[in-house]
């Protein structure tokens, strides 16, 4: 809902998002709009990581890097802190008013990643393990391609249950695991055109299958309150067992609404 020239969850999605976990989709771009964006940030994605990677391995090469960008790049989750276009895209104000109405006012953009996600491809039943220890959300952007047989999938209500969905069920016993908790839990695919985005609970249990016959490419941006100190895991294992990266640098993020009081991050200004 738009309310004057603020963005608000009306009563129904404040509810859907405490309740079921999720609240949207509402609009963000237009459809050429997402699809140019799409190959920006893939282009981006690739360029920038690719070579951020090659040169890690040369040590006189890492000082002519500044920390914050480098930080960044050590992980493919910290493209709006190196790209204008991803940074817009998280801090555009439709997406940021309705996040702070969660979060309060004082909000980071923690992590982003750009996902094209190949015909035939599949990503596992998990939650976002990352936001496991602080308090934050998840926004999901479609970008291009994004239908029925390309779309996120959730299990309503599972934000409640304390535990990751385990490793290597089918769809049916993900369900049926989810139930044991909660009767009232059910798998939902997120319908959503390009350029549309929706809220998600952290830890709420999600997947994606792209059973079309075009690559799916969406947004995942994180966001967090200051209060917190961001961190990110090695890899991606999806159980409890994962373990964080212990940097001499902190993690890069944008301050998108408010102010940090706190100082326990690296604030750096984006690229724009």
């Not at 237009?30 to 990581?49: G, I």
């Not at 936001?131 to 926004?139: F, K, Q, Y």
């Not at 319908?191 to 059973?211: M, T």
């Not at 490419?217 to 309150?225: D, F, G, I």
């Amino acid at each position: 809902m738009n309310c004057g020239d603020m963005y608000f969850l009306d009563s129904d999605q404040a509810k859907s998002f405490r309740e079921l976990g999720f609240a949207g989709p509402f609009d963000l771009l237009d459809v050429p709009v997402a699809n140019s964006l799409t190959k920006v940030l893939s282009r981006a994605k690739s360029r920038m990581f690719f070579w951020h990677r090659v040169l890690s391995r040369v040590p006189l090469m890492k000082a002519c890097f500044p920390l914050s960008r480098w930080g960044a790049a050590k992980s493919k989750k910290g493209i709006h802190a190196v790209n204008g276009d991803a940074y817009r895209l998280g801090s555009d104000r439709r997406v940021v008013e309705r996040v702070s109405q969660v979060l309060g006012p004082d909000v980071l953009l923690c992590s982003s990643m750009v996902i094209n996600q190949r015909p035939g491809a599949s990503h596992y039943w998990h939650y976002d393990i990352e936001a496991r220890d602080w308090n934050g959300l998840t926004v999901w952007v479609a970008l291009a391609s994004v239908s029925r047989k390309s779309t996120f999938q959730i299990i309503t209500r599972s934000h409640r249950i304390p535990s990751p969905p385990p490793l290597g069920l089918s769809d049916e016993l993900i369900v049926a695991e989810a139930q044991r908790h909660d009767a009232a839990c059910r798998k939902l695919a997120l319908p959503a055109e390009p350029g549309q985005f929706y809220i998600l609970a952290r830890r709420l249990w999600h997947s994606s299958r792209n059973e079309s016959s075009k690559k799916r490419s969406a947004m995942v941006l994180h966001y967090c309150k200051p209060d917190v100190e961001v961190r990110w895991p090695v890899a991606d294992l999806g159980d409890e067992t994962k373990q964080y990266i212990k940097a001499a640098y902190k993690i890069p993020c944008c301050l998108v609404s408010g102010e940090d009081r706190h100082q326990k991050n690296l604030l750096v200004n984006p690229l724009l």
